[in-house]
């Protein structure tokens, strides 16, 4: 599975973003879809999931403000960002995981390269 991460940028707090992550190669072992973030200095995250079935989860920071779709005719995963945060900033990868439990992913996982968020207050 391929996966390339787009439509990252630098917004004032309060703003949004729509991240958009081009799924080649679907393989039928794939059965979640997930973005995670990382900030400088700081571990990677698990921001929010889509499971094969259509349910999802998301990380406390981010309910509310974030929504995860995946559309199946286009093969593209999103990640619909409102009411950005400074916090928010972050490198922000999508990634694909063959099982997953809650935003812990499992089994063979593929990466995207990342796209950058940048939220000034």
């Known amino acids: 599975v391929e996966l390339e991460e787009s439509g990252g940028g630098s917004v004032q707090s309060g703003g949004s973003l729509r991240l958009s992550c081009a799924v080649s190669t679907y393989s039928h072992g794939v059965y979640c879809l997930s973005w995670f973030r990382q900030a400088p200095g700081k571990e990677r995250e698990a921001v929010a999931k889509i499971a094969a079935n259509g349910g999802t989860n998301y990380a406390d920071s981010v309910k509310g403000r974030f929504t995860i779709s995946h559309d199946n005719a286009k093969n593209t995963l999103y990640l619909q960002m409102n009411s950005l945060k400074p916090d928010d900033t972050a490198m922000y990868y999508c990634?694909?995981?063959?099982?997953?439990?809650?935003?812990?992913?499992?089994?063979?996982?593929?990466w995207g390269q990342g796209t950058q968020v940048t939220v000034s207050s």
């Open positions: 990634a694909a995981a063959g099982a997953c439990v809650g935003l812990t992913v499992y089994g063979d996982q593929s």
